[in-house]
């Protein structure tokens, strides 16, 4: 019996495919164009699987460590729901000035690691070329 492949493996096979020389000559070059679009929103997509809760879980860490683990704890049930809603609250507080003068430092290394890690899922070759990913 051999192993299942993972979501992120199958992307990655379905997009090398969509990729390959021969399928790409035997279509027009607007389809060609879309084909490549698909590839590269499984690409993204492999990497948000792979990348998986560890990067809500860090998000949820940066903004504990800004706000409290209490205050993030209790923003909501799940991790994905915390998240939402202390990012909202994020840019709430950035947009009224709430966390200026001491918070500064802090909501800035918050903001770079978001960076980053969107980045790394989006567009890594862009991370790498912006020196962002030696941060």
């Known amino acids: ?14 997009r090398e495919t969509l990729l390959d020389e021969e399928t790409l000559a035997a279509v027009p070059d607007a389809v060609r164009y879309r084909l490549r679009m698909a590839a590269n929103a499984m690409a993204i997509a492999a990497r948000e699987v792979r990348a998986g ?3 809500v879980e860090r998000h949820l860490a940066l903004l504990g460590d800004l706000y409290g683990a ?4 209790a923003a909501g ?3 994905a729901e915390r998240a939402s809603a202390m990012q909202r609250r994020l840019a ?9 003068g001491a918070c500064a430092p802090g909501v800035r290394a918050l903001l770079l690691e978001q960076v980053r890690r969107r980045l790394a899922v989006s567009n890594p070759r862009h991370l790498r070329a ?6």
């Open 77 to 79: 049930r799940t991790p």
């Open 53 to 55: 809760d560890a990067d």
């Open 92 to 100: 709430r507080d950035i947009r009224d000035g709430v966390l200026d």
């Open 130 to 135: 912006s020196g962002l990913d030696e941060g």
């Open 1 to 14: 019996m051999h192993p299942r492949p993972d979501a992120p493996a199958l992307l990655d096979v379905a």
């Open 70 to 73: 209490d205050v993030v704890e």
